[in-house]
């Protein structure tokens, strides 16, 4: 991990309280479960990053949040009382991000049917 990359991390933690900060515990193992919950956090974030960056799909950490929150699972509960789960249409941006990060198979082996784009 380059230096760069860590002061970009600290940086990105710093503007976002919400990352690190609040801890709402008391004890020493807590606490450290929490730093634990914080680095695998930006570790998964990171992860992320770099298979978008193989695939030259270059996004922030902001607007790759903010497009896969958009993608939405749904229930969907047909009159004779089935039940599929569905995975919701998705415009081309997070349709690219989707197919570099082989969210399809992944939605597929959770039991998701996934709507075309």
Known sequence: MSLRYLAAAARYTARRPGLWWPAYHWTDSKLSVHALY?????????????????????VGVDLLTERLRGIQEALVVYANGAAQRVITERSPEQEALFAALDLGNLAAQWGNRVLPS
């Open 38 to 58: 914080c680095f695998l956090a930006l570790l998964f974030i990171r992860i992320v990053l770099l298979r978008l960056h193989e695939r030259n799909l270059a």
